[in-house]
């Protein structure tokens, strides 16, 4: 079972407004991994955060790993169309030898 | 997807045929990893080669095998392909010096 919890499962907006979502896990995390996979396509990764309570930006996208590092957000400000897709997290997880598990994922579908 | 090459693309096997899916990187990564991607599950490891020559077992291999032919290449083989094995298939290695994973363009296999 998935044992990095990812929500929502889905989730529709309106362009233009604001879009989370959240990962989070049982255990202390080493890093936390964020990647988007487009409609058809394969995951690209975007960023790790590594520090406890770091928080990164890619332009509208903002990362943040939690204080205790057992979660982390990824917040898109203002949607547009090109956002569109799955946005998953992965984590090393000692109980699968330190190998990368990956959440389940949230799709976002965008209306214009 | 310059680093990591899949082949096929997609594929339809009756219950019970095999065929092998081919990976190839040209990164000289040691570390490669074959995932499957069903709905609401995100990516789980089916198997994986930290270096040529050594395999294991990630968090669901029943029903596969794979072979690490050379540091460019990682296969994955279907023996006997069941209904169940209908899914997405990636093969990805890492990124240099970013941490994250690089996944090829995936296989879209279906068993009828």
């Known amino acids: 079972g998935q044992q990095v919890m990812q929500i929502p499962q889905y989730q529709h907006v309106q362009e233009g407004e604001d879009f989370t979502t959240y990962c989070n896990s049982s255990?202390?995390?080493?890093?936390i991994q964020w990647y988007k996979q487009r409609p058809g396509g394969h995951p690209v990764f975007l960023i790790q955060l590594v520090k406890s309570g770091e928080v990164k930006k890619q332009k509208r996208l903002t990362f943040q790993f939690g204080e205790a590092k057992k979660n982390s957000s990824l917040h898109i400000t203002a949607t547009q169309t090109t956002d569109v897709g799955t946005y998953f997290c992965?984590?090393?997880?000692?109980?699968?030898?330190?190998?990368?598990?990956f959440g389940a994922g949230t799709i976002l579908r965008v209306k214009s | 997807n310059a680093g990591v090459t899949q082949t096929p693309k997609f594929q339809v096997l009756k219950t019970g045929q095999s065929m092998t899916l081919q990976c190839a990187q040209d990164m000289n990564h040691n570390s490669m990893y074959w995932y499957r991607q069903d709905p609401g599950m995100g990516l789980r490891l089916i198997y994986y080669s930290a270096s040529e020559g050594t395999t294991d077992k990630g968090e669901v291999p029943n029903g596969y095998n794979v072979s690490r032919l050379n540091k460019r290449e990682f296969s994955l083989r279907l023996e006997s392909a069941a209904p169940s094995q209908t899914s997405v298939y990636f093969c990805?290695?890492?990124?240099?010096?970013?941490?994250?994973?690089?996944f090829g363009s995936g296989t879209r296999l279906t068993v009828v």
């Open positions: 992965a984590a090393f997880l000692m109980e699968y030898g330190n190998k990368l598990v």
């Open positions: 990805a290695c890492p990124l240099q010096g970013a941490g994250g994973y690089t």
């Open positions: 255990t202390t995390l080493s890093n």
